[in-house]
Structure formats: C-alpha cells, structure tokens
C-alpha cells in the first residue's frame, strides 16, 4: 500500500512538473528542446527521480530532453535496467535511450541526436556541453512546490526531525560526536533518506566554530546537530540543541536574540512580499537585536526545495534577479540566523496562503512559543529532564 501511494505520488509529481516545463518552453525558457543533466532537475522533472549512485555528482546519470511534444531519457547501459524498473515504470511519456558508458560525450550526441541540434545551440542547466545555461530560469519554474511535491515535503521534514531528535535525546555525556552523527545517519537512512550536510559539534566546539564537524570529541554539556535531509529530490533543514542540565545565561540569552530575528523573518516572509523585503527585514532585525551587521557572518538561508538553497541573496544585493522576486504559497524556505558562541536555529517551512507552516517537526521535544503567537518553536532539549533547558 505504501509503495502504491509512493508511485502514485511521483507519477502525479512528474506529470506536473513536465506540464510546467513545456508551458516555461517559449517564455520563460527559449522555445523548443531543454537539456536536463543535474540532480535537482532531473529529479524534479521525474517526480523524484532516482537514489544517486555518487551523491557527491553534480551531474545526474540520468539526463532527460524534453520538448513541446515528447521527452526522453538518456543514460548509461550500466543503469538503464534499473531506470527502466525503478523510474519509468512510474512515468507517463518518457521514453529511455541508453548509450555505451565509455565514450564520455554519449549523451550529448545522443541529445544532439534526440533534437536534431547541435549542443552549442541547446540550453541546459548549466551542462558545460551545452551552449545556454538556463539553470536560474529552472529554478524560477520549480520553486513553488506542487501539492504532491508538498505533500512530499511535509512528510520528510518529519522524518529528518524525528531522526534528529531521537538521536540528540539518546545523547548522554561522553559520548563522542562522531556516534551522534551516526545515530542520526542511521535515523535518516532506515526511511530512505540521506543527508547532504550533517553536523553535530558538542561543547567548547558548538561556540568556537560556525560548522563544528564532528572529529571524535565526547560532549558533556551541550550537542548542536544540523541536518538538510533528502529524497525523492527534495530537501528540509532542521537544527536541534541538547544539554545536560541548564543552559549557560550568555548562550540563553543569545538564542532568545536568534528566535526573535527569526520570528521578525518569518513575519515577513508572506506571499506577497518580495525576497528582497525579506532580507531588509532580517538586517534590521539583526540591529534591532543589537548585533548590526551580523548577518554577514553567516549564511541566512531562503528557498529550499530541489536544492538545499534554490537560491541565496544579501540583504544588501541589489543587483540579483531574486530580490524583486514575490513570496508565492507553494515555497519551502528555511532561514538561518545565527550569533557568535553557538546561538543558530534553522526549520523548514511552507509558505501557505495564511501564513508559513512548519514542516521540520515530530513530537517529543519541548517547544517555545512561535511568530504566529499560536504555533510553537523547537526549544533545546535538557536531556535531565526531558524539558527545555
């Protein structure tokens, strides 16, 4: 049952966004054929795509080629049993050419081939084989999440946050990071997903570094882990914090700070507004705070989706094609403010009609009071009480 409502999903997931790509064909996107290589697009045109066989690749072994009037899928002879049985079996109006793995520009002629052009005149998404790099324009088109690609949203920022918080509420002191991090590995990938960035730093770490890696160190006081969960192509970030007993009065102090930058973004983040609005509410939140400037110190986070940042802008950018951008219903954005000394939250939310909605949630973890007034916040755990720190 379960598997029947996952292939339904991605059918209906592909269906959409081919539907969305040939409309983009001719506005947003040049008319006639487009060229998807990458990970973020391939899945999103196949309702998820694939589990990556090299998750580090910037180019997916499966490329699609989509025009007006049909789409075909390219890859390897290695994969093409497997993209047959795993892909297209769930997909409508794809057909699947495989070329030899040894002759490094098969795929390209067999794009060239499929559109009878050449590829300097093809636009891809930023493919170096290709001569038109339309990768911003994709992004625009993907950004506003279809209602299975939500549905696909909420239920993997569940996920994430219940792995996450499992393995921080087993945490006990002496305990290594690494150990950490690998409980929450195991978290992710027992419900099919992975995580792209995974970072847990404990103690004295936690306040000197911004990404505090695990290398081994045993925590005693206090665990930071950050993860951006994937799969089936889409992305949520989540950030938890555990102690062991009381938090320290400056760090209290500082996430309180952090919360209310955050809640100033989140306020602001409504469809409607532009992106560039967004971020001139953060920088002021951030000197409302007392930290003027602060912003630069760190990334802040936005858009997530396909990518674990669809984009990422400055307050002060002026010059980006996002800025003027509007908030729509339909984005998940995950904004990061932090401080210096280890004060950083980060959820994911979906951006609805009447306001945002978090999707990085699972029960069992103490909450603060949320920007709506109503809703709540993921508090830091002491692991003592089972209570907020």
């Excluded at 794809?94 to 499929?114: C, G, K, N, Q, S």
Aim: with cysteine; hydrophobic share 40%; charged share 20%.
């Amino acid at each position: 049952m379960v598997e029947g409502l996952v292939a339904d999903r991605q059918a209906r997931r592909a269906e959409l966004a081919l539907g969305r790509l040939r409309r983009g064909l001719g506005s947003s996107l040049p008319a006639g054929p487009v060229v998807l290589t990458s990970p973020a697009a391939v899945a999103w045109v196949t309702g998820g795509g694939l589990p990556p066989v090299d998750r580090t690749s910037t180019v997916d072994p499966v490329w699609a080629v989509v025009d007006e009037a049909g789409a075909v899928l390219i890859t390897s002879e290695v994969e093409a049993d497997r993209v047959r049985e795993d892909l297209l079996v769930h997909l409508v109006g794809f057909d699947l050419v495989a070329v030899p793995w040894y002759e490094p520009t098969a795929m390209i002629i067999e794009a060239e081939r499929y559109t009878s052009r050449p590829a300097g005149a093809l636009p891809s998404d930023g493919h170096p084989g290709f001569g038109l790099d339309v990768r911003e324009e994709l992004t625009a088109l993907r950004l506003v999440l279809s209602a299975p690609e939500q549905d696909e949203l909420v239920d993997l920022g569940s996920l994430a946050a219940d792995a996450l918080q499992r393995a921080l509420t087993a945490w006990r002191p002496g305990e290594r990071d690494l150990d950490i991090q690998a409980r929450i590995a195991h978290g992710l990938e027992s419900v099919g997903a992975e995580a792209p960035v995974l970072i847990v730093g404990v103690d004295d770490r936690v306040s000197r570094y911004r990404h505090p890696m695990a290398i081994g160190a045993r925590g005693s006081r206090l665990v930071m882990g950050v993860v951006v969960a994937r799969r089936a192509g889409l992305h949520v970030a989540t950030t938890r914090m555990a102690a062991h007993g009381r938090l320290s009065e400056h760090l209290r102090r500082d996430l309180q700070l952090v919360r209310g930058i955050e809640q100033e973004v989140l306020r602001a983040c409504r469809p409607g507004a532009t992106y560039g609005s967004v971020l001139a509410t953060l920088a002021g939140a951030y000197r409302t705070a007392g930290h003027d400037g602060a912003w630069r110190q760190h990334y802040q986070g936005g858009p997530i989706g396909y990518a674990q940042r669809e984009f990422e802008i400055a307050p002060e950018d002026r010059t980006s094609r996002w800025a003027s951008l509007l908030v729509a219903p339909g984005v998940g954005v995950a904004w990061n403010p932090s401080l210096p000394q280890g004060a950083k939250v980060e959820d994911t939310y979906l951006v609805e009609a009447a306001g945002l909605r978090l999707v990085s949630s699972a029960p069992g973890w103490p909450a603060e009071p949320g920007y709506d007034d109503e809703g709540t916040y993921p508090g830091v755990l002491d692991i003592t009480t089972g209570t907020a720190a």
